[in-house]
C-alpha cells in the first residue's frame, strides 16, 4: 500500500509556543490530506479537509486561526499549531488519498505534548 | 451527524477462536467503509476497504461485510493469532467525498 510519513513523531514544547507537523506521501501523489487528531482511550477526530493549492475546509468546532494547515504540494501538508496551550497535547495523525481512489493511508502520527 | 458504534468495546479471546467485531452506522447511507487496526501510539493501517458498489471484502484470515439496509458492518477474523492484538476501527464516508467518520473501536487481545 501507499506510504504517508509525518515528522516529528513526538515533541514536547513549552506552552505558547508553535509547533508544526509535516504529512508526506511518499510514493503516490496526494490531492487531499486529512487532520485527525485523537484522545487517549477515544477515536480519531477529523479536524480539517487540506486539498493542494487551495484553502482548508475545518470541521466545526475547530479554530482555523490555531490549526494552520497549508497543502503547498501534492506530496505535502503541514499542520501548525499556533500558541500551544496544554489542552492542545493529543495524538496527531494525517491522512492521504488520491484523486480517484477512495483508500485513506495514514501517517504514523504526531505525538505532541504542552508543557 | 454521523455516529458510528462499535460493539463489543473489549474483547479478550484465546488464541485459534474465530471472531466478529461489529460496526453500526446512524447514517446508513454509507458511500466507502474502511477498517483499520492501530496498535498502541502508533498510527492506522488499513485493513479492508469496501467501496460503494461492494458489499464485502477479503484479505487472507479477514473478511469484512456491509449490508447498507441496515448500516451495519462486520469483521470476521478467522483462526485469531496473538499478533491479531490491537485496537480495530470502522470508518464511513458518505454522500460520495471522503471523509470519514471513525468507530468507538473494538480493543482486541488475543491470548495464548
Not at chain 2, 16 to 43: H, M
Not at chain 2, 76 to 95: E, V
Amino acid at each position: 500500500g501507499a506510504v504517508v510519513s509525518q515528522h516529528p513523531s513526538r515533541v514536547i514544547c513549552k506552552s505558547g509556543t508553535s509547533v508544526k507537523i509535516e504529512c508526506r506521501s511518499l510514493d503516490f501523489q496526494a490531492t487531499t490530506m486529512f487532520w485527525y487528531r485523537q484522545f487517549p482511550k477515544q477515536s480519531l477526530m477529523l479536524m480539517a479537509t487540506s486539498n493542494e493549492g487551495s484553502k482548508a475546509t475545518y470541521e466545526q468546532g475547530v479554530e482555523k486561526d490555531k490549526f494552520l494547515i497549508n497543502h503547498a504540494s501534492l506530496t505535502l501538508s503541514t499542520l501548525t499549531v499556533t500558541s500551544a496551550h496544554p489542552e492542545d497535547s493529543s495524538f496527531y495523525i494525517c491522512s492521504a488519498v488520491t484523486s480517484g481512489d477512495n483508500e485513506q493511508f495514514f501517517g504514523p502520527g504526531t505525538r505532541l505534548t504542552v508543557l | 451527524k454521523q455516529e458510528v458504534t462499535q460493539i463489543p468495546a473489549a474483547l479478550s479471546v484465546p488464541e485459534g477462536e474465530n471472531l466478529v467485531l461489529n460496526c453500526s452506522f446512524t447514517d446508513s447511507a454509507i458511500y466507502n467503509l474502511q477498517w483499520f487496526r492501530q496498535d498502541p501510539g502508533k498510527g492506522l493501517t488499513s485493513l479492508l476497504l469496501i467501496q460503494s458498489s461492494q458489499r464485502e471484502q477479503t484479505s487472507g484470515r479477514l473478511n469484512a461485510s456491509l449490508d447498507k439496509s441496515s448500516g451495519r458492518s462486520t469483521l470476521y477474523i478467522a483462526a485469531s493469532q496473538p499478533g491479531d492484538s490491537a485496537t480495530y476501527l470502522c470508518a464511513g464516508s458518505t454522500g460520495g467525498g471522503n471523509k470519514l467518520t471513525f468507530g468507538t473501536g473494538t480493543q482486541l487481545k488475543v491470548e495464548l
